[in-house]
């Protein structure tokens, strides 16, 4: 089987842009893969963030990751620092990255503006670490969306130019990993404006709808969400953002294809539209909630998933840095 690696920061409010962009495609292709999924908590600092958090929105995205309907027969779920060498492979393959390839990098430029002074070395140094997550794990494919696919790229120059420079032409190290694209590319946009992304780190909560937001804010949010005065509701009019994205979301929910949602909804006013909506996302997330809450019951369950991932990741990854120390020249520990 091809080994699929992916991951998300626990940075909190993880919502349905989570899941239907990353969390269920991982569900529905698990069988087809051996995968490795991890919290990203390494990258969840690369920004200001809060100590008190980190801990407890670990445990919470490992809980909502089971409760999403990730099998632990085909998926190993594993927290980023628990397991060294993602640290100390990022250390190693900084050496051998050009300092302008990860100032070009698009994602850096934004976040760097949006911050101002407070830009960390971390920040400029995330696609690294991100080469570190894939390549430790000699990763076949990566799930990307539109916004990660440069920082894929770039994971593949590390490599090519860590074997080039470092292997034998015949014996590389590091495995040059695949785009994994997904038939519909899910993008969730925000509530309050169809233009922007569905975000963790929007400061304001009516902007997404959560996993574990209970039913009277799921219907609260959608009451209150940006719409348009026109009636008929269309997917694909630039000029409505809003109602491409709630349509969309309504397919993805209902399991409607874009075809039947289209003659369904070409009639209908938002009056109509919304509550429908509302009924299916609360459908939708329903099972989501109650596994969470078992699994979340059980602290010392969730605490036996991360040791059992821990390890099997770092079977894996410590082989790998192994691999690149020796070919970097290193002695080994004695
Ligand atoms: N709006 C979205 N639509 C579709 N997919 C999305 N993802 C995030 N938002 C949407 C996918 O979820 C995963 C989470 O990745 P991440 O934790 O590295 O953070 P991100 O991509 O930066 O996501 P957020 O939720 O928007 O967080 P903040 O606000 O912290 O930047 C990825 O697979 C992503 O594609």
Redesign the pocket.
């Known amino acids: 089987k091809q080994r699929v690696l992916?991951?998300?920061?626990p940075?909190g409010n993880y919502?349905l842009?989570?899941y239907?962009?990353?969390i269920r495609n991982w569900v529905e292709g698990q069988s087809e893969y051996e995968n490795y999924l991890f919290v990203?908590d390494l990258?969840a600092i690369t920004v200001p963030h809060e100590p008190k958090q980190l801990a407890s929105d670990t445990y919470t995205l490992v809980a909502l990751y089971l409760a999403c309907g990730l099998d632990l027969t085909h998926s190993t779920i594993f927290v980023q620092s628990h397991v060294s060498a993602h640290s100390e492979l990022t250390w190693l393959l900084n050496c051998i990255t050009p300092l302008n390839w990860l100032q070009d990098m698009i994602q850096f430029k934004e976040k760097a503006v949006k911050q101002g002074e407070n830009v960390s070395a971390g920040l400029l140094d995330y696609p690294v670490l991100m080469a570190s997550d894939i390549l430790l794990y000699q990763a076949d494919k990566v799930?990307v969306?539109e916004?990660?696919k440069q920082h894929l790229e770039l994971t593949r120059d590390i490599a090519a130019r860590f074997n080039h420079l470092f292997a034998k032409p015949d014996r590389p190290v590091l495995k040059l990993p695949d785009p994994l694209i997904r038939k519909e590319g899910?993008?969730?946009?925000s509530l309050a404006d169809g233009t922007r992304?569905?975000?963790?780190?929007?400061p304001s909560d009516l902007s997404r709808i959560n996993l574990l937001d209970p039913p009277d804010q799921i219907q609260y949010k959608i009451k209150r969400c940006k719409t348009d005065p026109v009636r008929g509701l269309i997917f694909d009019d630039p000029e409505r953002p809003e109602c491409n994205n709630l349509l969309t979301l309504y397919t993805l929910l209902s399991g409607k294809t874009k075809e039947e949602v289209a003659a369904e909804c070409q009639d209908m006013g938002w009056g109509q539209f919304k509550p429908l909506l509302t009924e299916t996302t609360i459908a939708a997330l329903k099972p989501i909630q109650e596994k969470y809450q078992a699994i979340t019951e059980d602290k010392s369950y969730l605490e036996s998933v991360l040791r059992d991932g821990r390890v099997k990741a770092e079977a894996i990854a410590n082989q790998t840095l192994a691999q690149v120390k020796a070919a970097l020249g290193y002695s080994v520990p004695l």
Do not use: Y
């Not at 992916?6 to 920061?9: H, I, M, P, R």
């Not at 992304?197 to 929007?202: G, I, L, T, V």
């Open positions: 992916s991951g998300v920061q940075t919502h842009g989570n239907l962009g990353a990203a990258h799930p969306g916004d990660q899910a993008r969730v946009m992304k569905m975000s963790k780190s929007d």
